[in-house]
Each structure stands twice: as structure tokens, then as C-alpha cells.
């Protein structure tokens, strides 16, 4: 999607008059860019030419250790259709209803305009650090090479502040999202961790797996997506994806890093967590486990993904994945133990 080519109505562009030296994301409120002298301003959106914060970028969805994988084409960096574009104000608007607060569009926003307070916002206001323009190509290419850079720029700070009530808010939305939604929530999210990630197209039933990634440290894996409760199958799934992907396309089990992403942890007695210790024991297999709520604090706490043989490794002794989210973002979880089973099962 390319809005400047395609929205004859667009009007104002702004860029920055000096880049900042870090951008600080800040819970409830718009992100603080920060300047060399010393200087702090919330700065508004930009009305960027092709918006991140709506648009994926093709090379994102595709990843090269399995050519020609059948892969879904949607570049919608919103998995819900929340988010679209106002012509009337030259920036993009956030349906609340739909939205499920993932936080994809706020870390994808080059400036930290879009932000969560109670629900999430876009900062319109321009700020004195900044210059609109008229919309034409020439402020268009500079406005691009700006957010090139940008994009290198350190970040730091808590984009969205975790609670008991807002997974309850959360989950209660994602408990009736619609099953084609489950695999482009849990694709994106990867996205924005850092990852490359193709899922199939809906209704292919010939890929089999819904998913495969390649981390930012290189690391390659399927993917299997599990909203409901029988992630035994999941795990069965992922031992019929490793077999696939090693007979259709040459890529060897021990290159293989499998991920599953469940809605929440199975409960302590289900048998998903013996069959992963067993495949585990029995073909030295590592299978990791991550809840679609904790990819989410990942992501609202700016960090990476990068699976491997230890870090999202659960099984049937240790089913604790709050102490490796805990270390990964640096501080205790602001979650009730046992809470929708995010971190820990519920039973």
C-alpha cells in the first residue's frame, strides 16, 4: 500500500528539522525524543508517505531458507483491521473496537506517535521539532531518508504498561477474533519482535504448518498457531511440519528450531507437555512455547526474539515461562500468577 501514490486528497507531510538521539516510548502518553543538547519533545505523526505503522514491508513475510513457500501475501501490519487512513487529517486512525491493543502499530511508528492510554492514540499535535509541509515528491524522499534512519535510532522506555485488567480486556477479544485472524496476530507479532515470518493462505491445507520464522540471529523454525484449548495437537502438528519441510524442501531437523504459540500455557495435566519432553528425549527435538500474551509484553517492552535449544523451552517439569519474559524485559511481571494462563498454566 503506497497512500501518498494512491490518496488524491493528501495535503501535509512534516519532517523533522534534527534527528533525535534516542526515542523513549512512555505508557499513556507519547514518546519522548530525545536530543544531543539535552532537549525533550513529544513529536506528532508524520503523515509518512507509506505508513509503517499500516504497511509491512514484502521482504518481512518471506523467509529464505524455504523458496517458493506458499505464503500469504497481506501486508497489513494490523492483524484486525483496526487501523486505517484519514484523509481529512493526513494521518492514520485507530478503531477501538476492534483493536487489541498488540502494540505493533506503536513500535512500528518511526517517531512514537501512536501511543496507549486506556486505548491506543494517534499524537496529531506537530511538534516545534518538526516542519509540515505541503505533500509533493521532494518532501516525500526526504521524509523516507529521515525514517531510514530512525529506524537505527536506540529506543528504550515501556510502550504499553501491563495489568491484570488489560490482558482480561485483551483476551476477552481475542477469545471471539475470527480463526483466519489467530495466524496473521501470531505472524505479525513475530514481525515486530524482530522476526521474518510467512504463514500460509488461508484455506491451504497442502502447507500443512501455519506458520515458519527466521529470527534476527538466523535461527529457522515452523510454526504452529493454537487459539483454543488442544495444543496436543500442536505439538503433534509440529513433528509432521518438521517432516514436511525436511522432505519438500531439504531443511534437516536439527536446523529446525519449531515455535508454538498458544492463546495460553495448557493446563499442567494435559498431555502436550509429555509429548514435548518426550520428542525432546526421543529425537532431541526443542520444541519452544510462547503465549500470544507474552509475544505481546515482548513487543510492548521493545524486545527481540530470538528462540533456541533453552529460552522457551517448557515441558512437563518445568511449565514456567514468567521467569524468561521476567528476564528478557528486566523486571517482575505486573500479572497475577496463574492469570488466563499467560505465564504460567492455569491449572
Known amino acids: 500500500m503506497h497512500v501518498f501514490s494512491e490518496t488524491e486528497n493528501r495535503r501535509f507531510m512534516s519532517t523533522l528539522q534534527e534527528l533525535p538521539s534516542h526515542i523513549e516510548y512512555c505508557s499513556g502518553a507519547p514518546a519522548k525524543a530525545h536530543y544531543s543538547?539535552?532537549?525533550t519533545c513529544s513529536l506528532g505523526c508524520l503523515g509518512c508517505k507509506n505508513p509503517k505503522c499500516m504497511t509491512?514491508?514484502?521482504v518481512d513475510i518471506v523467509c529464505d531458507e524455504v523458496v517458493n513457500f506458499p505464503n500469504d501475501h497481506s501486508l497489513n501490519a494490523c492483524p484486525v483491521d483496526a487501523i486505517s487512513w484519514d484523509n481529512k487529517s493526513d494521518t492514520p486512525i485507530i478503531n477501538a473496537e476492534k483493536c487489541i491493543n498488540c502494540g505493533i502499530c506503536i513500535r512500528r511508528c518511526p517517531v512514537g506517535a501512536i501511543y496507549f492510554d486506556d486505548?491506543?492514540?494517534?499524537n496529531r499535535t506537530i511538534s516545534p521539532c518538526q516542519t509540515q509541509h505541503a505533500a509533493n515528491n521532494k518532501i516525500a524522499v526526504i521524509q523516507s531518508q529521515q525514517i531510514e534512519m530512525l529506524d537505527k535510532i536506540e529506543k528504550s522506555g515501556i510502550a504499553i504498561m501491563e495489568s491484570d485488567n488489560l490482558f482480561d480486556s485483551i483476551y476477552e477479544k481475542l477469545l471471539?477474533?475470527?480463526s483466519s485472524s489467530h495466524n496473521i496476530i501470531a505472524r505479525n507479532l513475530l514481525?515486530?519482535?524482530?522476526?521474518?515470518?510467512?504463514?500460509?493462505r488461508i484455506g491451504d491445507v497442502y502447507t500443512r504448518m501455519d506458520a515458519i520464522y527466521t529470527s534476527v540471529d538466523e535461527c529457522f523454525g515452523a510454526v504452529e498457531v493454537e487459539f483454543g484449548r488442544d495444543t496436543l495437537d500442536a505439538s503433534r502438528g509440529i513433528l509432521d511440519d518438521i517432516a514436511v519441510?525436511?522432505?519438500r524442501y531439504g531443511i534437516d531437523k536439527d536446523e529446525n528450531m519449531p515455535l508454538v504459540i498458544c492463546l495460553q500455557l495448557p493446563n499442567a495435566r494435559q498431555g502436550y507437555w509429555q509429548v514435548v519432553k518426550d520428542v525432546?528425549?526421543?529425537?532431541?527435538?526443542t520444541?519452544?512455547?510462547?503465549?500470544?500474551?507474552?509475544?505481546?509484553?515482548?513487543?510492548?517492552?521493545?524486545?527481540?526474539?530470538?528462540?533456541?535449544?533453552?529460552?522457551?523451552?517448557?515441558d512437563y517439569d518445568n511449565m514456567d515461562l514468567r521467569s524468561t519474559i521476567a528476564w528478557h524485559i528486566n523486571r517482575k511481571i505486573e500479572v497475577s500468577n496463574k492469570h488466563l494462563g499467560i505465564f504460567e498454566p492455569m491449572k
Open 287 to 314: 520444541i519452544s512455547t510462547i503465549t500470544i500474551g507474552a509475544l505481546m509484553l515482548l513487543n510492548w517492552n521493545g524486545c527481540l526474539l530470538i528462540p533456541d535449544d533453552v529460552t522457551y523451552y517448557l
Open 56 to 58: 509491512l514491508d514484502p
Open 119 to 122: 486505548i491506543v492514540k494517534v
Open 176 to 178: 471471539v477474533v475470527t
Open 245 to 247: 519441510l525436511y522432505t
Open 37 to 39: 543538547n539535552g532537549k
Open 280 to 285: 525432546k528425549n526421543v529425537e532431541d527435538i
Open 191 to 200: 514481525i515486530s519482535l524482530g522476526c521474518k515470518s510467512a504463514m500460509r
